[in-house]
T-cell receptor
Framework: DTAVSQTPKYLVTQMGNDKSIKCEQN?????MYWYKQDSKKFLKIMFS???????INETVPNRFSPKSPDKAHLNLHINSLELGDSAVYFC???????????????FGSGTRLTVV | GESVGLHLPTLSVQEGDNSIINCAYS??????FIWYKQESGKGPQFIID?????DKRQGQRVTVLLNKTVKHLSLQIAATQPGDSAVYFC????????????FGKGTHLIIQP
């Protein structure tokens, strides 16, 4: 069983569209995250969500919004997509927000978003 | 906040040799560090971690060294194999972890046959 799964794996869409990326974890972890990886492989945190508390990286545009229907899911909604949003987006989870558990964060396999 | 960086973007080593990947961090309050491996088309995978009360930790063929004095950590991979080819990231937690893991820029390790 995949621990952290994301769908879709690839997403190609036009500028201005609204899209969502889904994430589910079956590890029973308390905290989930979204990371953005740019073309230079740099990974930057966008959000963390724990027990209904959302922590947002202040550099993330408000066009991005996480939605958590339950503890096992954290979906990423993006409105009015722009060319610069093209990147690989990774979902992750951890048992303990403060220390990241003894195995750190568990990452999904990523969603490659291409905005044309 | 935490800033984590790597010295070399690309490292090429012969199969069977040992490799060392270095990483520097800026926040002396960081108390937890992790090395991740990312293969092409996949998400980062946990390799090994170390807490700030330790200066060395060993796993299977990997060793992480932490030097808090100069805020530096390294990942040593022994007897490299073709499957070790990947991008390696160091990541750190600071400020109680509320800001999440902060990643360095990554080093691309290439194993030459």
């Amino acid at each position: 069983d995949t621990a952290v799964s994301q769908t879709p794996k690839y997403l190609v869409t036009q500028m201005g569209n609204d899209k969502s990326i889904k994430c589910e974890q079956n590890l029973g972890h308390d905290t989930m995250y979204w990371y953005k990886q740019d073309s230079k492989k740099f990974l930057k945190i966008m959000f963390s969500y724990n027990n209904k508390e959302l922590i947002i990286n202040e550099t993330v545009p408000n066009r991005f919004s996480p939605k958590s229907p339950d503890k096992a899911h954290l979906n990423l909604h993006i409105n009015s997509l722009e060319l610069g949003d093209s990147a690989v987006y990774f979902c992750a989870s951890s048992q303990d927000q403060l220390q990241g558990s003894s195995k750190g964060y568990t990452f999904g396999s990523g969603t490659r978003l291409t905005v044309v | 906040g935490e800033s984590v960086g790597l010295h070399l973007p690309t490292l090429s080593v012969q199969e069977g040799d040992n490799s060392i990947i270095n990483c520097a961090y800026s926040n002396s309050a960081s108390d937890y560090f992790i090395w991740y491996k990312q293969e092409s088309g996949k998400g980062p995978q946990f390799i090994i971690d170390i807490r700030s009360n330790m200066d060395k930790r060993q796993g299977q063929r990997v060793t992480v060294l932490l030097n808090k004095t100069v805020k530096h950590l390294s990942l040593q991979i022994a007897a490299t194999q073709p499957g070790d080819s990947a991008v390696y990231f160091c990541a750190g937690l600071a400020g109680g972890g509320a800001d999440g893991l902060t990643f360095g820029k990554g080093t691309h390790l290439i194993i030459q046959p």
